[in-house]
């Protein structure tokens, strides 16, 4: 009898791992594309699917006639399990450069869906065309962007280097000390692709500069060309500290270096426990805390720089990839974003460093470890 019950549990209870694709593809039959447009485009899906958990779905696009084994872009679901998928006016017109779409114009990509499941992949028998119609504006697609100009912080004497943050969008940190002019070049070449911003701020292909005026005491400006958007923001920058998340004390200011580095040399780090009063340990405090994070002022208002969101803050081991230390901006909230500290840390000095343009991050280390005297 409980040979019986056995094989009839496992029978009852076994996990299937089979599921099927999509079998009808939903999506706009055209697309006249503004980037500005707080509007999205939807696509959806239908058929497919699993009796049993769930499945993960990823859009493919590609040129028309591709096979979809190298497409121009691709992006899971909305939550990965969703049967939709929403997209930016801007993120669709990167899709329609990468398809071959040139600006002003009008032409067609192709997109399709694939399922998987417990590792297995497979790609829908169907496909879908949608026409877009792209804006006139930039049509540059390189991953490398140099800012150029009397008003940079080497004083004009050759490009400084951008960090490409996403498809399109590049990203600096200087300071300028004598008002002046700045332009952006693709590359250092005689025949790179050069673009400026005009007086709103817009990005404009072709030979030309936008003045900018020197940097306030203690500030410094972070510059963002999105070419998605066609749009230049510039943020003013200043008071970048390293604070512990317990009791919002300094763990070093970081002064700006050049060439897009904060740093703090000397940073007395000791972890906050209730037998060190000297760590300021909050009464509530019941256990040795060594979480942190950084806060910036941007354009006067208070920010974090933290952690990405949805990571715990576990501890380092030592194993981490770079992006571990990545640093992303957020409103101030005392209890997201926070790293926790290496155990080898406590009881230190050391010099962090916030880099704002290192293999294509934005990211933090200590060095100069030193134990306290």
């Not at 990005?203 to 005491?217: D, H, K, M, R």
């Not at 040795?288 to 380092?316: H, Q």
């Not at 571990?324 to 790293?339: G, I, P, R």
Request: hydrophobic letters at 35%; glycine letters at 10%; one cysteine or more.
């Amino acid at each position: 009898m409980a040979a019986v019950l056995l094989v009839g549990c496992s029978e009852t209870y076994e996990f299937s791992t089979e599921f099927t694709t999509p079998t009808a593809l939903n999506s706009p039959a055209s697309v006249v594309i503004d980037v500005a447009s707080a509007n999205n485009v939807k696509f959806t899906w239908s058929g497919g699917g699993a009796e049993q958990g769930i499945v993960i779905y990823e859009v493919l696009f590609d040129k028309v006639g591709g096979d979809f084994s190298n497409p121009v872009f691709r992006s899971f679901s909305d939550l990965g399990v969703d049967t939709t998928f929403t997209i930016t006016q801007a993120q669709l017109n990167s899709v329609a450069r990468k398809a071959g779409i040139a600006p002003e114009s009008t032409g067609s990509t192709q997109w399709t869906v694939a399922a998987s499941k417990g590792g297995v992949v497979k790609q829908s028998g169907v496909s879908k065309q949608i026409s877009l119609t792209r804006p006139g504006g930039i049509d540059y697609t390189g991953d490398t962007f140099y800012l150029y100009g009397t008003a940079t912080e080497n004083s004009g004497q050759g490009g400084l280097a951008f960090r490409k943050a996403a498809d399109g969008v590049f990203v600096i940190y200087t300071q300028v000390t004598t008002a002046g002019n700045i332009y952006f070049k693709s590359t250092t070449s005689e025949d790179a692709f050069v673009s400026y911003a005009d007086d709103t701020n817009k990005i404009i292909e072709g030979t030309g500069t936008s003045e900018l005026v020197a940097n306030a005491a203690g500030e410094v400006y972070r510059i963002v060309v999105d070419l998605n958007t066609q749009k230049m923001t510039v943020d003013k920058i200043k008071d970048v500290k390293a604070i512990w998340g317990a009791t919002f004390n300094v763990i070093g200011n970081m002064a700006y270096k050049g060439d897009g580095v904060f740093e703090a040399t000397n940073c007395k780090i000791k972890f906050i426990s209730q037998d060190r009063p000297d760590t300021n340990p909050p009464s509530w405090l019941g256990w040795i805390e060594e979480r942190y994070y950084f806060t910036a002022n941007v354009n006067g208002v208070d920010k974090c720089w933290g952690r990405k969101d949805g990571v715990s803050p576990e501890r380092p081991t030592g194993n981490e990839t770079p992006d571990f230390y990545e640093l992303n901006e957020f409103a101030w909230s005392q209890w997201d974003h926070l790293w926790k500290m290496k155990a080898t840390l406590d009881l230190t000095s050391a010099t962090i460093t916030i880099n704002t343009n290192k293999n294509g991050l934005m990211m933090h280390e200590f060095s100069n470890v030193q134990p306290l005297p």
